[in-house]
T-cell receptor, first 111, second 115 residues
Framework: SQTIHQWPATLVQPVGSPLSLECTVE??????LYWYRQAAGRGLQLLFY??????ISSEVPQNLSASRPQDRQFILSSKKLLLSDSGFYLC??????????FGSGTQLSVL | AQKITQTQPGMFVQEKEAVTLDCTYD???????LFWYKQPSSGEMIFLIY??????QNATEGRYSLNFQKARKSANLVISASQLGDSAMYFC????????????FGSGTQLTVLP
């Protein structure tokens, strides 16, 4: 069966520090991968998606970036965090025409 | 561009009663998919139900059913026999027709089931 792992679960970082959130999927190959962000009490905003290794599409211009170094690995990064980067980050995967499966999320607090 | 609208920020329902969560959508695509997800306080996103735009029958999954009215572009979620564990945030989402098939989410409805 397929599983998705996302870590860390919580993260507190100072403004201006770097960020690296990692997500891996097991039990499937060539998935579509996604990073979403959820502000407190709000809906999900798509940040990045990837349909293959090295293929990254950005939905929202910002100081975040994403990379897909391996087929089932998706990384969300920032060189310098802003206060506005605080939120709940969710990684997800899907096959081509199927529903999204989400990771357990990372609660990021930038102070 | 696609848009999902959930007009109910919060809803209350008595335990064992049914509740309808509203969702309307806007798209120019002929083929699309509609989803409902549940997000408990733990933060995980749990898939509930899916409706394809060409499906003639309304989708059902246990106590969940989707009231799909294509002409009105609505895809309301009906939860029958509400349970205390149904208290959560509920999101309606639409799958795009682009290559990545990403989901666009509504703003959500916070459902509280009262004992």
């Amino acid at each position: 069966s397929q599983t998705i792992h996302q870590w860390p679960a919580t993260l507190v970082q100072p403004v201006g520090s770097p960020l690296s959130l990692e997500c891996t999927v097991e039990g499937t190959s060539n998935p579509n991968l996604y990073w979403y962000r959820q502000a407190a009490g709000r809906g999900l905003q798509l940040l990045f998606y990837s349909v293959g290794i090295g293929q990254i599409s950005s939905e929202v211009p910002q100081n975040l970036s994403a990379s897909r170094p391996q087929d089932r690995q998706f990384i969300l990064s920032s060189k310098k965090l802003l206060l506005s980067d605080s939120g709940f980050y969710l990684c997800a995967w899907s096959k081509r025409n199927e529903k999204l499966f989400f990771g357990s999320g990372t609660q990021l607090s930038v102070l | 561009a696609q848009k999902i609208t959930q007009t109910q920020p919060g809803m209350f329902v008595q335990e064992k009663e049914a509740v309808t969560l509203d969702c309307t959508y806007d798209t120019s695509d002929q083929s699309y998919g509609l989803f409902w997800y549940k997000q408990p306080s733990s933060g995980e996103m749990i898939f509930l139900i899916y409706q394809g735009s060409y499906d003639e029958q309304n989708a059902t999954e246990g106590r969940y059913s989707l009231n799909f009215q294509k002409a009105r572009k609505s895809a309301n979620l009906v939860i029958s026999a509400s349970q205390l564990g149904d208290s959560a945030m509920y999101f309606c989402a639409m799958r795009s027709s682009g290559s990545a098939r990403q989901l666009t989410f509504g703003s959500g409805t916070q459902l509280t089931v009262l004992p």
